[in-house]
Nanobody, 120 residues
């Protein structure tokens, strides 16, 4: 059974860069036709797809966040990482990592989520 676990700071200052890591067990991030995704949900708002890194290391980004976002992976650790630059209080949200088989909006495994607050 695949499991995903987010890790990273819960509090980040404005203008700084957020770095979150998702550690995957029970599956390989290089498994064919798998897409490893970052999604966030601000309080009271809907889920927002941020981007993904595919099994072949191709990356995909939400156009609205592309200029501030980078997703990378470490296959030796079976982890993938989100970096979000130039944080503002509007980036406060619960951040999730998830696995997709490539069908938009469909995810078959999720991490538990991690709360990120942006405050001085």
């Amino acid at each position: 059974q695949v499991q995903l676990q987010e890790s990273g700071p819960g509090l980040v200052k404005p203008s700084q860069t957020l770095s979150l890591t998702c550690t995957v067990s029970g599956d390989s991030i290089t498994t064919d036709v798998s897409y490893w995704t970052w999604i966030r949900q601000p309080s009271g708002k809907t889920l927002e797809w941020m981007g993904a890194i595919g099994y072949s290391s191709s990356t995909y980004y939400n156009p609205s966040l592309k200029s501030r976002t980078a997703i990378s992976r470490d296959t030796s650790k079976n982890q993938f990482t989100l970096q979000l630059r130039s944080l503002t209080p509007e980036d406060k949200a619960v951040y999730y990592c998830a696995r997709s088989s490539g069908i938009p909006g469909e995810y078959d495994a999720w991490g538990q989520g991690t709360q990120v607050t942006v405050s001085a």
